[in-house]
């Protein structure tokens, strides 16, 4: 199999523009609207929309490397490297420190240019806390060849396979280089972020110059390319986007990183942004129909009711899975049977539940503004 860093002219991809235009117009909107609904929220609501967004990316970008992290230990180390917290709370996963780090890092100093240190940085903050061959902040080393693999021992598959180890200094300059002095075929902010990012992660991606990590960084330069390209910190999450289906994500790159002409790619990654813009606009208004419906009920619910509708809130635009019955209502308010079925038909009675289904499979769902 010939890869794409070994064919002459790498790494000067071509792609078909005019296939991804019509994504960039989409995206040029949903991003103005999106900024425009954001810069309208009262400020604790822009801060939650951010943390939201920042811990989504924090948690999927490891999901999507098979790392399961708490949702819990990671907003807490968000909020811990942002100043939130008067006092500093205690994160047990250590690694959730790490991550929360780098989104941090990558969000603050947007706007400078990228170089060799900072990834070597960002490298540094994400596996600080390990105690494996990753070598934190350093290019991968050895003649080992570097490759993505998949399937049983002995039945290895082969996806990609990077180039070798002692090529990465150069090739990592090269790729600092470029990103730092692109241009692109359309002119404008919303034009180059989509162009950049899409390409800037492919590229990355295929040099892959750490032993570890390099779908992390990969995506966190996608994420600096948006918001340096429109002038502001882009609010999305590209990794949740992505780790909805993994499997698309890894097709793609796979066929990427065998030629030199990315128009396919181009287009899926242009998705992936549009997809991501449109997901975090769902969640901004979300957070407008809570708001509104906390000064709508404020007075009007109990403390041990407030306790089962903001487990329901919690789960955010997906929703409450289920809906809420009187067997979830007590686990969550530790109350009998019948407390849990007059509670709930209180709320509904109020308009704070929609009742859905009778009898024994009568269960609940939030009536949102």
């Given at each position: 199999?010939v890869?794409?860093w ?6 000067d991809?071509t ?8 994504l ?9 609207e ?19 967004l920042?811990l ?38 250590q ?8 989104m941090?890092?990558?969000?603050k100093?947007?706007?400078e240019?990228l ?13 600080a ?31 990609y ?5 002692v090529r ?15 241009t ?8 180059e ?8 992660h492919?590229?990355?991606?295929s ?7 390099n779908g992390?960084?990969?995506r ?5 390319a ?5 002038g ?13 289906n993994k499997?698309a ?27 991501a ?7 901004v208004?979300?957070?407008?129909k809570k ?14 009711q407030?306790k089962?509708i903001?487990k329901?809130?919690?789960k955010?635009v ?15 308010t ?9 509670d ?8 704070v539940l929609?009742?859905e289904?009778?009898g024994?499979?009568?269960?609940y ?5």
């Amino acid at each position: 199999m010939v890869y794409n860093w070994q064919l002459q002219g790498w790494p000067d991809f071509t792609y078909d523009v005019a296939a991804v235009q019509p994504l960039i117009l989409a995206f040029a909107q949903e991003t103005g609207e999106v900024n425009g609904l954001i810069q309208g929220l009262p400020d604790t609501l822009k801060q939650e929309t951010l943390l939201q967004l920042m811990l989504s990316e924090a948690v999927k970008t490891s999901e999507i490397e098979g790392e399961y992290l708490s949702r819990e230990d990671v907003m807490s180390s968000i909020r811990n490297n942002l100043g939130l917290n008067d006092t500093p709370i205690y994160v047990k996963d250590q690694r959730t420190s790490g991550v929360a780090q780098l989104m941090v890092a990558v969000r603050k100093d947007f706007q400078e240019p990228l170089t060799m240190d900072t990834l070597k940085g960002w490298h540094q903050l994400l596996f600080a806390a390990t105690t494996s061959r990753v070598n934190p902040g350093e290019w991968r080393q050895g003649d080992a060849p570097m490759q993505v693999v998949s399937g049983a021992y002995g039945r290895e598959i082969i996806h990609y396979e990077a180039p070798p180890s002692v090529r990465v200094p150069e090739e990592m300059e090269r790729f600092v280089g470029w990103y730092n002095s692109a241009t692109f075929p359309l002119q404008g902010q919303v034009p180059e972020a989509i162009l950049k990012s899409a390409i800037a992660h492919l590229y990355f991606e295929s040099i892959h110059p750490f032993e570890d990590g390099n779908g992390r960084i990969g995506r966190a330069i996608a994420e600096k390319a948006l918001s340096q390209s429109l002038g502001r910190p882009v609010m999305l999450s590209l990794s949740k986007t992505i780790e909805a289906n993994k499997k698309a994500y890894y097709d793609a790159l796979k066929e990427a990183q065998r030629g030199l002409d990315i128009t396919a790619w181009m287009v899926y990654f242009a998705n992936v942004i549009l997809d991501a813009q449109l997901d975090a606009k769902a969640m901004v208004l979300f957070t407008l129909k809570k708001a509104q419906f906390y000064d709508l009920y404020k007075n009007r619910i109990d403390q041990r009711q407030w306790k089962a509708i903001n487990k329901m809130l919690d789960k955010g635009v997906e929703g409450f899975e289920g809906g809420m019955t009187a067997k979830k209502y007590m686990g969550i308010t530790k109350v009998s049977k019948a407390t849990a079925t007059r509670d709930l038909q209180q709320l509904h009675e109020l308009g704070v539940l929609v009742q859905e289904g009778a009898g024994r499979s009568v269960r609940y769902q939030l009536n949102l503004p």
